[in-house]
């Protein structure tokens, strides 16, 4: 996946130093929680559209929710994101969620 | 997360840093008053609009009854809050003052002046929600935890912090804030005066855009000459920072519900 050249994936901020592992693929963070809700965003993404990887996300918004673009090859797939006070997937285009969730674990952080 | 939201998401060394600390905390002339102001609009009122306060400017009846059913929670810790500052201050301005407000809010001034919260109730029965299942519905995740916050705040902080934290957010109804720079008010003045919204639901907004003018400021006036008393400025402004946190993620409780209204 292509991630920003520089800070969180998430929120794009250069504070902090938390790594995880996305899909195989070791980022940066600048929190657990942003780690937490990115990876709850990659999940709930895969589910919707049935793809096996996802190749970009780009993400614009702030904490109240975020518009998002998703890229697989040609494939689009837009959506709106809002996350919970825990960053679990609250709202995905207005739909329940359905995915699996990540929990925060501090413990992953290498 | 508190730095990346209300100071810089770029890394900083520590003397940039605590010079950019000291902007944001600075008081300036017009007091502890002007600075939470200038923060409360900032937040809500600035370059990026709190949603709710958009989607209000001319509210569907889902917006509406999302702002009933989440507030209503709202209004009952008020007054525990009020109460608590009541109870643990023995300034008698600030008793009366508060004594004041949880009658206006709550209790209610006889037939002739209903409480918010019961003007609140009216606009929920009439946009076709029946009040006791309004009482009946629980708070949403987010509102739980904004209450929480306030709670705690109330039992547990100074009592000034805990006025500047509650009384801070009637700001979001203040119409004077055009003049600190706001980008819109709350609503858009002219459903007051259309057929846009419900007869009670002009009447709640009406008390709320009337009254809160005059309260929130004289509250902020009273916190302002404690806090310099008791020498706790500092402490009140991250305090109220908190505070505004937890409103931000309250309203969108708001839409959310109001999002359950619509897609009924
Ligand atoms: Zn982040």
Redesign the interface.
């Known amino acids: 996946m292509r991630v920003p050249e520089k ?1 969180c994936v998430l ?5 902090g130093d938390y790594w995880d592992e996305v899909e195989g693929q070791r980022m940066f963070f ?2 657990d ?1 942003c780690a937490v809700e990115f990876k709850n965003m990659i999940r709930e993404v895969i589910a919707r559209t049935g793809w096996e990887s996802i190749d970009e996300i780009k993400i614009d918004g ?4 975020r518009d998002c673009i998703a890229l697989k090859g040609d494939k689009r797939y837009g959506f709106f994101v ?1 996350f ?2 825990k960053g679990q997937v ?2 995905l285009n ?1 739909r329940p969620i359905t995915g699996a969730r990540v929990e925060p674990q501090k413990s992953k952080a290498v | ?1 508190w ?3 209300n100071i810089t ?3 900083t060394d520590a003397k940039s840093l605590s010079m950019l600390l000291a902007e944001f905390f600075k008081v300036g002339e017009g007091g502890l008053q002007d600075w939470v102001k200038r923060r409360f609009v900032e937040k809500f009122y600035g370059s ?1 609009p ?2 709710f306060v958009l989607a209000l400017q001319h509210p569907s009846r889902g917006t509406l009854l999302g702002y009933v059913v989440e507030h209503q929670h709202f209004l009952r810790q008020w007054v525990r809050s009020c109460s608590f500052i009541m109870a643990r201050t023995d300034a008698t301005d600030v008793i009366l003052y508060e004594l004041d407000n949880i009658n206006t809010e709550f209790g209610g001034l006889g037939p002739e002046q209903p409480s918010h919260y019961e003007l609140l109730l009216r606009m929920g029965e009439s946009l076709g929600l029946d009040r006791t299942k309004i009482l009946a519905t629980p708070a949403l ?2 509102t739980v ?1 904004a209450i929480q916050v306030w709670d705690n705040i109330c039992q547990q902080d100074h009592w000034v912090e805990a006025m500047v934290a509650m009384h801070g957010l009637e700001l979001i109804a203040n119409r004077n804030l055009r003049k600190e720079g706001a980008r819109m008010h709350y609503f858009d003045p002219t459903i007051l005066e259309t057929g846009e919204v419900t007869d009670a639901t002009r009447a709640f907004l009406r008390e709320g855009y009337d009254a809160d003018v005059g309260h929130s400021e004289e509250a902020l006036d009273l916190a302002a000459k404690y806090a310099d008393r008791f020498s706790i400025v500092e402490d009140v402004q991250a305090t109220f920072m908190r505070s505004i946190d937890a409103f ?2 309250y309203l ?1 409780a708001r839409l ?1 519900r109001g ?1 359950q209204f619509e ?1 009924a």
């Open positions: 800070g929120c794009e901020a250069t504070w600048c929190c929680i702030d904490y109240r929710g809002r919970d006070s609250q709202d207005d | 997360m730095l990346n939201r998401k770029t890394k990026r709190h949603p995740t987010d935890e931000d993620r969108m959310e999002r897609s």
